[in-house]
Antibody, heavy 119, light 109 residues
Framework: EVQLVQSGAEVKKPGESLKISCKGS????????IGWVRQMPGKGLEWMGI????????RYSPSFEGQVTISADKSISTAYLQWSSLKASDTAMYYC????????????WGQGTLVTVSS | QSALTQPASVSGSPGQSITISCTGT?????????VSWYQQHPGKVPKLMIY???KRPSGVSTRFSGSKSGNTASLAISGLQADDEAHYYC?????????FGGGTNLIVL
């Protein structure tokens, strides 16, 4: 069974750093792109970027380039999303999702990680 | 890279059919047959309903169908049911990136 399991909810202060994770299982982790999607409270889905764990090829949305870093450790089938200096506006639910082979559609999703940034 | 344009809300009565549009540009929807649609109930994880414009994943009702003309993709739902009430998002391949629509709130009257 394909599963993406994300790390738990985080409460951070502005200026702090954070790295959240997404562990894949039940499929070949290195053969599918993993995307990250932001959903701010009461708002829609926003595509942040993707990584191909097989070779760590990474693409970012222009809106998020330089704001976050996407990485992966294929040895433990885990993708990451990290911030070096959080802002209150980073408060959101973050989802990881697997792209189906050759489709660019997200067929499996993680359960989401709620990040709250507040002083 | 701007979000794809969707109507903020659409409504219909049980049993009726509705269509949700998703308008992009020649750089995304218009150039690729890689449009997907997602259903999201409040507080839940998005669910893939349509991929590659018109294909349905296993387990998705045949009441859901997708199409595309030019820069606009559409999701049609026939025989509306109460459980169809949710937010729906389109997503398109855009070269090296992807872009979501702003989302449509489907209200079943």
């Amino acid at each position: 069974e394909v599963q993406l399991v994300q790390s738990g909810a985080e409460v951070k202060k502005p200026g702090e750093s954070l790295k959240i994770s997404c562990k894949g299982s039940g499929y070949s982790f290195t053969s599918h792109w993993i995307g990250w999607v932001r959903q701010m409270p009461g708002k829609g889905l926003e595509w942040m970027g993707i990584i191909y764990p097989g070779d760590s090829d990474t693409r970012y949305s222009p809106s998020f380039e330089g704001q976050v870093t996407i990485s992966a450790d294929k040895s433990i089938s885990t993708a990451y999303l990290q911030w070096s200096s959080l802002k209150a506006s980073d408060t959101a639910m973050y989802y990881c999702a697997r792209e189906g082979t050759g489709t660019t559609s997200y067929d499996y999703w993680g359960q989401g990680t709620l990040v709250t940034v507040s002083s | 890279q701007s979000a794809l344009t969707q109507p903020a809300s659409v409504s219909g009565s049980p049993g009726q059919s509705i269509t949700i549009s998703c308008t992009g540009t020649s750089s995304d929807v218009g150039s690729y047959n890689f449009v997907s649609w997602y259903q999201q109930h409040p507080g839940k994880v998005p669910k893939l309903m349509i991929y590659e414009v018109s294909k349905r994943p296993s387990g998705v009702s045949t009441r859901f169908s997708g199409s595309k003309s030019g820069n606009t993709a559409s999701l049609a739902i026939s025989g509306l049911q109460a459980d169809d009430e949710a937010h729906y998002y389109c997503c398109s391949y855009a070269g090296s990136s992807r872009v979501f629509g702003g989302g449509t709130n489907l209200i079943v009257l």
